[in-house]
């Protein structure tokens, strides 16, 4: 353990960014697992010969230095970190009125307390699809937060006239350190039943969208419900298609050649007609969302079948949202994948595709003190501090960590889960009680130690079966704005969600 480490160490309070986790269950990166194994650790990545082999190396180098934590991970299963790849981490409400109401204080300690019980339930990254912005980032220290990649803002039509451009928005949400250009290419669910799946921009657009973003190494996510916009997203290069409700089996099989990802975010429409239900959303959307309910699963079994990798998101953008990606993990299983297809989504697809953009292997952690001006005040060397989650790595650095992002392979980000419950098991990954640690860039944390006071904010969905989970749980951070939500000036709060979800 290096001395940039032992300091890290110390600014954890004794948490550290090397160690070992002996006698636990270690999943493959086929998402298997076999015979108990030692998995180690040291300065933010899997070790060498890890997770076959017990540490050999001289003790001054190895996992059980000075200060290094040894857990005993007997009876227990290891997963790689789960990425969450399209979330909302700085939104509290569902539609822009509400969280102009919140105000910034409201929204930083939100956002922060969201983060937070993100990383406790096992989320070690997400890749915000709107509304994060670099300076909101910095805000929340890195040892309470998965490492997160940005869009800074969602690229609409309006946000597109509003630059003079779609051209002028993207080189906008690129210079305020987009790592993702969010382009929105269809309607979403404010759309009539039936229709809304026009094309928001042109092809040549997209396309200029796409190199663009690729001349500055950032990746472009498409919200895309179905259509030609999924078309124009595949033609133009892009890097993931966010929700793909109506995917056909003809574009899975382009896109999976195309070398795209699919988002799909089953939870949320569940989500939304609950709150049509509650009449905290007009009553007007529940035909289309209800069609996107129906639907949505379909795309997952024919990306599935076409090898179109699948990467878990959640959409999150509520408070009693946010954390909530392992049950999106069981929405993935009831809409057809097995436990195991299901486990690579939550981990190493989205992982891969995070990897995808600009030093996208995160936590700049990688160097001790990293590259970043938040190193000092946040110890270094497990995490890459609060400004900047991608700080810059080397092509070959990238490479290596793109082969093996979302594993527990040596070299691999030292991000994982440590579970008291077999994670295939109905249930047992979205039961937050069943996490046991959270290793974040080779930081061994107690989720615990991230939650509020006494409360358990993650209770697992009423019943395991239930194939799709979506009831509002309790939550200690600030309540939705929905109550006065019907007071609020109708133009801007009626348009917003049909630019999301
Ligand atoms: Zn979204």
Redesign the pocket.
């Known amino acids: 353990m290096d001395q940039g480490s032992t300091a890290a160490a110390r600014a954890h309070g004794g948490l550290t960014a090397a160690g070992v986790i002996r006698g636990a269950r270690v999943m493959s990166p086929t998402g298997d697992f076999a015979a108990p194994a030692t998995l180690a650790w040291s300065a933010g990545r899997f070790l060498e010969g890890q997770p076959a082999v017990e540490w050999t190396g001289p003790e001054a180098a190895g996992p059980r230095a000075a200060g290094a934590a040894d857990f005993d991970g007997t009876g227990l299963w290891v997963i790689p970190g789960i990425v969450d790849a399209?979330v909302?981490a700085s939104w509290h409400a569902f539609d822009a009125a509400d969280r102009e109401l919140l105000g910034d204080a409201g929204t930083r300690a939100a956002t922060a307390a969201g983060l937070a019980r993100t990383l406790a339930a096992g989320i070690t990254s997400v890749r915000d699809?709107?509304g994060l912005t670099s300076a909101a980032l910095a805000a929340v220290p890195a040892t309470r937060r998965p490492a997160v990649q940005l869009s800074v803002r969602?690229l609409d039509h309006a946000a597109a006239e509003a630059a003079g451009g779609l051209d002028r928005a993207v080189d906008t949400v690129l210079g305020a350190g987009a790592q993702w250009v969010k382009l929105v290419g269809t309607a979403g669910v404010a759309a009539p039943a039936g229709a809304g799946l026009d094309p928001i921009f042109t092809a040549a657009e997209v396309r200029d969208a796409v190199r663009r973003a690729g001349d500055a190494g950032a990746g472009v996510m498409v919200?895309a419900w179905g259509g030609a916009a999924i078309d124009d997203a595949i033609d133009a290069g892009a890097t993931s298609i966010?929700h793909g409700i109506f995917l056909t089996p003809d574009q899975a099989a382009r896109a999976a050649a195309a070398g795209l990802t699919l988002v799909p975010?089953l939870r949320i429409y569940h989500l939304v007609r609950r709150m049509i239900a509650a009449g905290k959303l007009p009553a007007a959307f529940d035909a289309r969302v209800a069609e996107a309910v129906a639907a949505h699963p379909n795309a997952v079994r024919i990306a599935r079948d076409a090898g179109l990798p699948i990467a878990l998101g959640t959409?999150s953008?509520t408070p009693d949202q946010h954390g909530s990606a392992p049950l999106e993990f069981d929405a993935l299983v009831a809409a057809g994948l097995d436990p195991a297809e299901a486990l690579l989504a939550a981990t190493r697809n989205g992982a891969a595709l995070l990897a995808r953009a600009a030093g996208g292997t995160e936590p700049g952690g990688t160097e001790p003190g990293g590259t970043e001006p938040g190193g000092a005040e946040t110890g270094g060397a497990g995490f890459g501090g609060a400004g900047s989650d991608t700080a810059a790595a080397g092509p070959a650095e990238a490479s290596r960590a793109a082969s093996t992002a979302g594993t527990l392979a040596p070299g691999a980000l030292a991000d994982a889960v440590l579970l008291r419950r077999d994670p295939r098991e109905p249930g047992a990954l979205s039961d937050q009680g069943a996490v046991v640690r959270v290793l974040r860039a080779g930081v061994l944390l107690d989720p615990r130690e991230l939650l509020p006071d006494a409360a358990d904010p993650h209770p697992s969905d009423p019943s395991p079966s239930d194939p799709h989970p979506s009831d509002p749980r309790p939550s200690a951070a600030p309540p939705t704005d929905s109550a006065r939500r019907d007071s609020t000036p109708g133009g801007q709060a009626r348009r917003d969600p049909a630019q999301?979800?």
């Open positions: 399209h909302h699809a709107g969602m919200h966010e975010t959409d953008g999301r979800t």
